[in-house]
Structure formats: C-alpha cells, structure tokens
C-alpha cells in the first residue's frame, strides 16, 4: 500500500496519464515539461508502493462477455471472515471485495454473463462456510464514474 501523499510533480503526471492513459514517458515529459528521468523514477515508485492500480481495473467487464454488474451485501460470521475472503477470491465473478463496519460486513462487487449466471455466483456465495446472509443489488447504471484527481488541493493542479 502506499503510503506517501502526492505532490505537485505526482499530479501532474498523474494527470497527463489520466488524459492519455498509454503514453509514453517522452509524450509525458513533453506534456508536464519534467525531465524524463524524473519521470521515469516516479512512474517505478509508484508500481512499487501501490499508487497506481494494475492494468486490469480499467478492463470493462462487459468487454470480456460480463455485462451486468451486481453488489452483494454479504453477512459472515467474523470468526471466519477470513476464510470467507479466502473462498471470494475464488470465485471468478467477484472482482473485489471490501470489508464494511456497520450491520453488514462485505461488500462484494460481482458481474455476470446474465441473471442466470448472477443466480448461480450469488449462490456460491451464500453456499460458503461462514456466510449468514447475502443481499444482492444489481446495477443499473454508473451515474458517476471513479474519478480520483478531483481529490487533490487545488493548487497543486
């Protein structure tokens, strides 16, 4: 994980990479004005402290044949929410999982192929050793989409 906050320099690599995601460190030094060194050690410390997520979170389910999208609130017996984690990650439908405070305990991202196939992976689910309880929402549309540079000071854009 990372643990370092970003500075001026970070943002505005990481903003040229939001315009145009494939570029290169050249195009990036050209469009910030940094050197390419610099950028080049920054863009290896951050696949090496977590800063940047890998490759495949910009993959659109769908393209790969998983157009619907559904949320799991999920309900586990916390001495085994560990193990419960384990058997997620075993299931090919979920793409993430995040741990929750409050009356439900996870949060499971999932898609499927159709409602047939997100009957049969919400039912993996409930079918695992510790789980309580399952409650699923299917996802209709993203009405916002993950944004992240809005998040940093204004003038350090």
């Known amino acids: 994980m990372m643990t370092n906050t970003a500075d001026r320099i970070d943002l505005l ?37 977590g800063a940047l997520r890998p490759f495949d979170s910009r993959v659109d389910p769908a393209f790969l044949g998983f157009p619907l999208r559904a949320v799991i609130l999920t309900t586990v017996r916390q001495r085994r929410l560990d193990d419960v984690a384990e058997k997620l990650a075993t299931i090919p439908e979920v793409i993430a999982v995040d741990g929750l405070s409050g009356a439900t305990d996870l949060l499971v991202h999932a898609v499927a192929r159709d409602a047939e196939d997100l009957y049969a992976t919400a039912g993996s689910i409930l079918a695992i050793d510790g789980v309580k309880r399952t409650e699923t929402g299917l996802v209709m549309r993203e009405l916002v989409p993950h944004r992240i540079l809005q998040l940093a000071p204004r003038d350090e854009r």
């Open 13 to 49: 690599i990481l903003g040229a990479l939001q315009v145009s995601p494939d570029s290169t460190i050249i195009a990036i030094a050209e469009s910030t004005g940094l050197s390419r060194n610099t950028i080049r050690a920054r863009l290896r410390a951050y696949a090496g402290n």
